[in-house]
């Protein structure tokens, strides 16, 4: 599976952006995907998961502002973020594995795009 995310750039406080993930491979519509992300000193941590039937699970932080969905058809995942804070700058992460989980996995099953990065400053 080969990821390649998009979507990140400089937004202000406040305003909104949509990352997507397209996936290449046969594998994307029975593995889960997720997104992190990973701020300047700071490790990578889960932002949102969604499994394959579309069952999603987000950090405390970003609840109620961020959105993950999937279309299968599209081998396509995203995050809309919304109320973007500073403390959302971090470069984003696609994630494809069988089970994300809140420990980033780093094992053969567990493929990443490149990474995108968002910015949130006035």
């Known amino acids: 599976v080969q990821l390649q995310a998009s979507g990140g750039g400089l937004v202000q406080p406040g305003g909104s952006l949509r990352l997507s993930c397209a996936a290449s491979?046969?594998?994307?519509?029975?593995?889960?995907m997720g997104w992190y992300r990973q701020a300047p000193g700071k490790q990578r941590e889960l932002v949102a998961g969604?499994?394959?039937?579309?069952?999603?699970n987000y950090a405390d932080s970003v609840k109620g502002r961020f959105t993950i969905s999937r279309d299968n058809a599209k081998n396509t995942v995203y995050l809309q973020m919304n109320s973007l804070k500073p403390e959302d700058t971090a470069v984003y992460y696609c994630?494809?594995?069988?089970?994300?989980?809140?420990?980033?996995?780093?094992?053969?099953?567990?493929?990443w795009g490149q990474g995108t990065l968002v910015t949130v400053s006035s």
């Open positions: 994630n494809c594995a069988p089970v994300i989980a809140r420990v980033p996995r780093y094992d053969r099953y567990s493929y």
């Open positions: 491979g046969s594998s994307f519509s029975i593995n889960e």
């Open positions: 969604i499994t394959s039937g579309g069952t999603t």
